[in-house]
């Protein structure tokens, strides 16, 4: 039974560029949550993508986007990288419809670092 | 790997001794709560919930406690290991039937040998 997966593992930009990050959820699972979590913080949630839609959102600017493809996997899209924007992006998976608000389960992050 | 948690609180118990590890939530509408345990360089992992008509949950070696009055969560770690050093993160889920989750700053648990 796979886990939830990201990928990259690590990734180096610069600011202003665009970058891309991607999850596939536990074997399952329809639901997906994005977070980011600064270093010595907990993590932040960013939105949650269910039906290939975004279904709720934290505050987080709309340089922030999202998708969820028709096999539940989800990107992370962040335009205009600003410095502030380096955090470990963590992809959370759970089931949604009835079961939205049960227990969730995280993959192992993109490790995004601005230049 | 990198560190989790650099500069957070943290808690440092002798082995074999239980650890106690306390959260305050934001919001009194929050119907679920969760406890994480985040090793450095991975993804936090799910250690026990429990939802707010109950005061209390046990699971293998942990006990989540619920005081809705004061919104305070705490878990307790009986026969503290090792293997238990991590960061200790809390969350609750402030728009009940989503995953809107708040995360607490975290406790950093170190167990000395």
Same mark, same amino acid.
């Given at each position: 039974?796979?886990?939830?997966?990201?990928?990259?593992?690590? /990734?180096?930009?610069?600011?202003?560029?665009?970058?891309? /990050?991607?999850?596939? !959820?536990?074997?399952?699972?329809?639901?997906?949550?994005?977070?980011?979590?600064?270093?010595?913080?907990?993590?932040?949630?960013?939105?949650?993508?269910?039906?290939?839609?975004?279904?709720?959102?934290?505050?987080?600017?709309?340089?922030?986007?999202?998708?969820?493809?028709?096999?539940?996997?989800?990107? /992370?899209?962040?335009?205009?990288?600003?410095?502030?924007?380096?955090?470990?992006?963590?992809?959370?998976?759970?089931?949604?419809?009835?079961?939205?608000?049960?227990?969730?389960?995280?993959?192992?992050?993109?490790?995004?670092?601005?230049? | 790997?990198?560190?989790?948690?650099?500069?957070? !609180?943290? /808690?440092?118990?002798?082995?074999?001794?239980?650890?106690?590890?306390?959260?305050?939530?934001?919001?009194?509408?929050?119907?679920?709560?969760?406890?994480?345990?985040?090793?450095?360089?991975?993804?936090?992992?799910?250690?026990?919930?429990?939802?707010?008509?109950?005061?209390?949950?046990?699971?293998?070696?942990?006990?989540?406690?619920?005081?809705?009055?004061?919104?305070?969560?705490?878990?307790?770690?009986?026969?503290?290991? !090792?293997?238990?050093?991590?960061?200790?993160?809390?969350?609750?889920?402030?728009?009940?039937?989503?995953?809107?989750?708040?995360?607490?700053?975290?406790?950093?648990?170190?167990?000395?040998?």
């Amino acid at each position: 039974d796979a886990g939830v997966t990201q990928s990259p593992t690590h /990734l180096i930009k610069t600011r202003g560029q665009q970058v891309t /990050l991607r999850c596939s !959820p536990k074997s399952g699972h329809d639901t997906v949550s994005w977070y980011q979590q600064a270093l010595g913080q907990g993590p932040q949630f960013i939105f949650q993508y269910y039906e290939e839609e975004e279904r709720q959102r934290g505050n987080f600017p709309d340089r922030f986007s999202g998708h969820q493809f028709p096999n539940y996997s989800s990107e /992370l899209n962040v335009n205009a990288l600003l410095l502030g924007d380096s955090a470990l992006y963590l992809c959370a998976s759970s089931l949604g419809g009835d079961r939205a608000g049960d227990e969730q389960f995280f993959g192992p992050g993109t490790r995004l670092t601005v230049l | 790997g990198e560190s989790v948690g650099l500069h957070l !609180p943290t /808690l440092s118990v002798q082995e074999g001794d239980n650890s106690i590890i306390n959260c305050a939530y934001s919001n009194s509408a929050s119907d679920y709560f969760i406890w994480y345990k985040q090793e450095s360089g991975k993804g936090p992992q799910f250690i026990i919930d429990i939802r707010s008509n109950m005061d209390k949950r046990q699971g293998q070696r942990v006990t989540v406690l619920l005081n809705k009055t004061v919104k305070h969560l705490s878990l307790q770690i009986a026969a503290t290991q !090792p293997g238990d050093s991590a960061v200790y993160f809390c969350a609750e889920n402030i728009v009940p039937g989503t995953y809107k989750y708040i995360f607490g700053t975290g406790t950093r648990l170190k167990v000395l040998a």
